[in-house]
């Protein structure tokens, strides 16, 4: 098979792709134990007489069985099933009058690794599910390793990370029979988004096209959080991150994903690898809006700290600043997609966080759990999550080190090594966070009044939509609904989607053969002019 990579990208991913952990132990004319000692059968074990029983000290028997009964990591707790491509970032130096990022100045190529995913299903789960789909990007920059931890849907479910786990159980398989695997069929995840009305945007997303994407090639990314940016001059701003398809934005319909996923499972990954193998490499256009960083942190009355809100983008337009492209596919799954480490912590002078409190839950999180995932804290040692840049950390030992670190003790300040690296102007070049002040606070539990409208986007995203999506939105509630055994939770989601739109709430309504209650706000947002919904079913301009 032809290497379709670019010799840029060849080099560039050699370490990775190529290094020599790679193929060790995988290649020459005999087969050896893992000490390299020759073997002559790996056939037959070493029994006493033809007919056995098989003896204990048959080293090689043993080796080979106890390996493979260790074959197996725990899958992610969430986006277990995911498919990933290497490829190349390219900037156009658009951004360069907002962030001091290198890797975003004109001209620079940076190499990447992409993971697409499904949220829900476990890691043999079928593609073509109702879901909603991760995007997460690695850049590996001369200054250190860049995510952007993203998914495909601009809004969340929750807007406080402490409630990750209460949605998380709400959706994932029931304990008792583990089924499903999506969002159908489940008065668990309903009863939550109905009586957490902020997941209402979220979970109308879902019921939209958006959630049966036609492949991946055809997904927005969107980072979703606010971040926050500083360029050259010490000058911030705060932006969202949007990746726009060149292929267009696509999905199946709901007849489609259910013929798709018996016929064929893996359609996603298949398509991805297919297109890539055939040189039909996808590409993405990364752009961000912009936003003055203003104390309140507010945007033309948007909350720009609360992760269920997009800005329109007839409000802020989305400006490109790069283009990527996937042009390779992975050599070994496990290797490379499987033990793949994002964080949104993973950050990049020029590029800083904010105080939303989903993305401050998740800058713990990620860490964590990959702890215990990879099995213990060496796991950026592994190929895949090595940096691009020189890595000069202080940590030593630990399970899986695979380093043979030298030198004295990692302390600092340190006397005897060579003197203290931090030193004045250390601060050239490193990553240093923005100095953010904090209102005189007292400590609470509660969020701000400005999170309160849970309604307003969602009323939005169902105006802006053709009527043919329109029909597949109530559908796919009626479909979905109509699998809940509690007619109380089907009761409550009715009263949930009378806030989004009437008209749909009596499609739905009719479709469970239930009354169609009132809306329970008032619907004293207008809203958005349909001209300010480019946002959706957006076909960048290139
Ligand atoms: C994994 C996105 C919120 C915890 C992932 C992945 C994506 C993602 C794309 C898959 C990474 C991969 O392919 O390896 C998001 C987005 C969020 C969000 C866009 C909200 C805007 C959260 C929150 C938490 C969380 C609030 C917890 C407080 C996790 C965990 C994993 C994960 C534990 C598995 C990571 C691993 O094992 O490598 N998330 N997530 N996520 N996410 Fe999130």
Redesign the pocket.
Known sequence: KADQRSPQLRTATAEVVDGPDYARGQQGEYLTTAQGARLYDTDHSLKAGERGPTLLQDHHLREKITHFDHERIPE????AR?AGAHGVFRAFGAAEKVTKAGFLRRGVETPVFV?F?TVLGSRGSADAVRDTR???TKFYTAEGTFDL???NIPV?F?QD?IK?PDIIHAAKPHPDREIPQAQSAHDTFWDFVSLHTEATAHTLWNMSDRGIPRSYRMMEGFG??TFRLLNDDGETSLVKFHWKPRLGVHSVVWEEAQLINGFDPDFHRRDLADAIEAGAYPEWELGIQIFPDTPEQMFEGIDLLD?TKFVPEELAPVQPIGVMTLNANPTNFFAETEQ???HPGHLVPGIDVTDDP??Q??L???LD??IS?LGGPNFGQIPINRPHAPVNDMFRDGMHQSAVHSGVAPYKPNSLDGGCPFMAGAEVGAFVEVPVALEAATKLRGAPATFDDHYSQARLFYSSLTVIEQDHVAQAYTFELGKCYEQTIKERALGVIANIDPDLCARVAAGLGLPAPQPSVPFDNAPMPSSALSQIGAQWPV
């Open positions: 992610r707790v969430v986006h995911g993971r995913s991760g995007f997460a931890v993203g998914n969340f929750i990370g990750f979703v959080h992760p793949i480490a994002f989903l993305l839950a998740r713990f999180s990620y759990t990959q995932r």
